[in-house]
C-alpha cells in the first residue's frame, strides 16, 4: 500500500527560527505533492503544489523541495512567527491511484513569541 | 470567486437519522471527491466521481453513499449513521484535464453522531 509519512509529528520553535518540515512516500511515480495547512478545526489551505518534474516552488516565506527518486519533499519555513503555529500536512497523488491524494498525518507546528 | 462550499458546516444527530451533507463547486470542475478526517488517521477518501453520473468507492466507502447529477453538486448522503461515523468532513474537486492539476478542498463540516 502506499504510504505518505511525516517527521517529527509535532514541532516546537521558538519565533524567528527557520525550520523544515519532512514529508516521505514510498513510491516514486507521483503526479504531484501538495502541501496544505491547517489551523484546528478549520479547512486545508492549500500553500504549494509541486509536479513531478519540478525539484521545488517558493510562495513567500515557504519552499517547498521535491526528490521524486529517494520519496522526499521539505518544507522550509524562513523566520518563522506565531502566526505559522497550525499543523502542515503532505499530500501525494501516486501515479496508479487516479486523482486520490494519500495525506501523511501531519506535522503538528507550535511557533512560540 | 472560485470555491467549494459545503454545507452544513456543524451537525449533531442521532444514530439512524438520516442526514445529507451537500458539497458545490462554482469552477466548472469535472472530479469531485469527499475525505473524512480522523485523529491518529488522517484523511482518508470515501468516495469520488470524474464526472456526472460516474462515481466510485474510496478507501472507506462502507456507510456512505453519494450522487452526481449535476456537475457542480456532489451530496454525501449517510442512510442511518453510527457513532463511528463522528468525524470531520472534506469535499474536493479538481479539473480534470490533466492529471496534474491542484485540488481544492471546501471548509469541512463537522459531524457528531450521538
Known amino acids: 500500500k502506499q504510504e505518505v509519512t511525516q517527521i517529527p509529528a509535532a514541532l516546537s520553535v521558538p519565533e524567528g527560527e527557520n525550520l523544515v518540515l519532512n514529508c516521505s512516500f514510498t513510491d516514486s511515480a507521483i503526479y504531484n505533492l501538495q502541501w496544505f495547512r491547517q489551523d484546528p478545526g478549520k479547512g486545508l489551505t492549500s500553500l504549494l503544489l509541486?509536479?513531478?518534474?519540478?525539484r521545488e516552488q517558493t510562495s513567500g516565506r515557504l519552499n517547498a523541495s521535491l526528490d521524486k527518486s529517494s520519496g522526499r519533499s521539505t518544507l522550509y519555513i524562513a523566520a518563522s512567527q506565531p502566526g505559522d503555529s497550525a499543523t502542515y500536512l503532505c499530500?501525494?497523488?501516486?501515479?496508479?491511484?487516479?486523482?486520490?491524494?494519500?495525506f501523511g498525518k501531519g506535522t503538528s507546528l507550535l511557533v512560540t513569541p | 470567486e472560485a470555491q467549494v462550499t459545503q454545507n452544513p458546516r456543524y451537525l449533531i444527530t442521532v444514530t439512524g437519522k438520516k442526514l445529507t451533507v451537500t458539497c458545490s463547486q462554482n469552477m466548472n470542475h469535472e472530479y469531485m471527491s469527499w475525505y473524512r478526517q480522523d485523529p491518529g488517521l488522517g484523511l482518508r477518501q470515501i468516495y469520488y466521481?470524474?464526472?456526472?453520473?460516474?462515481?466510485d468507492k474510496g478507501d472507506v466507502p462502507e456507510g456512505y453513499k453519494v450522487s452526481r447529477k449535476e456537475k457542480r453538486n456532489f451530496p454525501l448522503i449517510l442512510e442511518s449513521p453510527s457513532p463511528n461515523q463522528t468525524s470531520l468532513y472534506f469535499c474536493?474537486?479538481?479539473?480534470?484535464?490533466?492529471?496534474?492539476?491542484?485540488?481544492?478542498f471546501g471548509p469541512g463540516t463537522r459531524l457528531t453522531v450521538l
Open positions: 499530500a501525494v497523488r501516486f501515479s496508479n491511484s487516479g486523482y486520490a491524494l494519500n
Open positions: 509541486i509536479q513531478s518534474s519540478q
Open positions: 466521481s470524474m464526472n456526472v453520473e460516474v462515481t
Open positions: 474536493a474537486s479538481s479539473p480534470r484535464d490533466r492529471p496534474y492539476n491542484e485540488q481544492f
